[in-house]
């Protein structure tokens, strides 16, 4: 076993970055190492595993054996505390020039245990133009012992300038049956939910493992794919839209309010508060409060950025369903239907409309998406969407 096995249907990304680990264990020994490079960028579409990847090549630059996956150098990288390793995120929709700074400067100290320094930068297609010159300068003149590993959708997201100085790992989206290997044999489903998971995800592991294990994520699927069989008059059109724009706000309540919440302690804690007082501010030492607000800002932005993310799904996910709906309209053969499950919903729709109709609906929903990506108020556009799917 070892820390590429999980890449699933990666074989040729996995070849390079096993060949570049054995070329960094060349250089840590003391020889030239040819092969080794300072930038890497991840690309692939969404969940076909970009940082995964990234995750598992820096496993492989930290471990001794070149990423066998069961030392403790392994075991740390994979869940997120080695010391050599900076894994970053945007706080919020992007990367501001300050945390990018700050990364920069952390990235540039030694490595602790002798081998890389390793910083993983996720969604590096979200930092600002400010904050993509201050990277480039950072991979311009590495130090000698420091990697970066940037994560994108595409090569064509990074400034040309960026993307030059990086080699490429592009990563392709696995096929289903795959994906419900990996399920059926590394997390244990049972084969039948394995296949329906990976189905419905299409080829994104992150989704195809949460609908396979999280049962709270396989009934919002339900909810969000029971819209179009609701929408059977104004009024219904409206409500569906208010309950799709709510789920994704529980959504995004249910990932940021424990995290926001110790946040909020530690920082109080770090400076000073007073067990006793009653005020929000009282008891804080100087600078408490500005630094207090200061949180408070970028996990608003977070809880905008989960919320906008969770909303697009569930768009992809309508996206996904009338697809399936063309093609049985087409009675293409060969194809797999991605939500299987609903065939007589699917089937339904596709028998009472036209092809053409269900592309419009289709061009609805991208619409819909680009207008909440511009900021259009999301029920506003959620509804405009609706109204426009209704048969
Ligand atoms: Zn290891």
């Not at 945007?90 to 081998?115: D, F, H």
């Not at 529980?250 to 804690?269: C, F, G, P, Q």
Request: proline residues 4%; aromatic residues 4%.
């Amino acid at each position: 076993m070892t820390v590429f096995d999980d890449l699933v249907g990666q074989d040729q990304a996995i070849a390079v970055l096993s060949r570049a680990a054995a070329a960094a264990g060349e250089v840590v020994a003391g020889g030239r190492g040819a092969g080794m490079t300072h930038a890497w960028l991840f690309t692939g579409p969404p969940g076909s595993g970009r940082e995964d990847a990234a995750r598992a090549f820096a496993a492989a630059l930290l471990c001794p054996d070149g990423g066998c996956g069961h030392c403790d150098q392994c075991h740390q990288v994979l869940i997120g505390s080695h010391p050599d390793l900076e894994s970053v995120r945007p706080e919020g929709l992007s990367y501001s020039v300050k945390q990018t700074r700050e990364l920069i400067l952390r990235a540039a100290g030694a490595p602790t245990q002798g081998r890389w320094r390793v910083i993983l930068f996720e969604d590096a297609d979200r930092a600002t133009e400010s904050a993509a010159n201050a990277l480039l300068k950072a991979i311009e003149e590495p130090p000698p012992r420091t990697v970066w590993l940037l994560c994108a959708p595409a090569p064509d997201d990074m400034m040309i300038t960026i993307r030059s100085r990086c080699r490429l790992v592009n990563l392709t989206t696995p096929g289903t049956e795959a994906v419900a290997h990996v399920l059926a044999t590394r997390h244990s489903v049972p084969w039948e939910t394995a296949r329906f998971a990976a189905r419905a995800a299409q080829g994104h592991i992150g989704r195809a493992r949460a609908l396979a294990l999280d049962e709270g994520v396989r009934a919002r699927r339900e909810a969000v794919l029971s819209i179009p069989r609701s929408l059977t008059g104004v009024g219904e059109c409206v409500s569906a839209a208010e309950r799709l724009v709510k789920t994704a706000e529980e959504e995004a309540a249910a990932a940021t309010t424990a995290l926001n919440e110790s946040e909020t302690s530690e920082l109080r804690k770090l400076y000073g508060e007073g067990s006793t007082g009653k005020g929000l501010n009282r008891g804080l030492v100087r600078g408490g409060a500005g630094a207090l607000k200061e949180l408070e800002d970028r996990q608003k932005s977070r809880a905008t950025r989960i919320k906008r993310d969770s909303l697009d799904a569930a768009l992809l996910e309508l996206v996904s369903f009338y697809r399936d709906v063309l093609a049985m309209q087409f009675a293409a053969a060969g194809v797999e239907l991605a939500n299987d499950d609903l065939r007589f919903d699917l089937d339904q729709l596709a028998k009472s409309s036209t092809p053409e109709e269900t592309l419009r609906r289709i061009d609805a929903i991208m619409q819909c998406r680009e207008r909440l990506a511009a900021n259009v108020n999301p029920q506003m556009a959620v509804e405009a969407m609706m109204l426009a799917l209704r048969p």
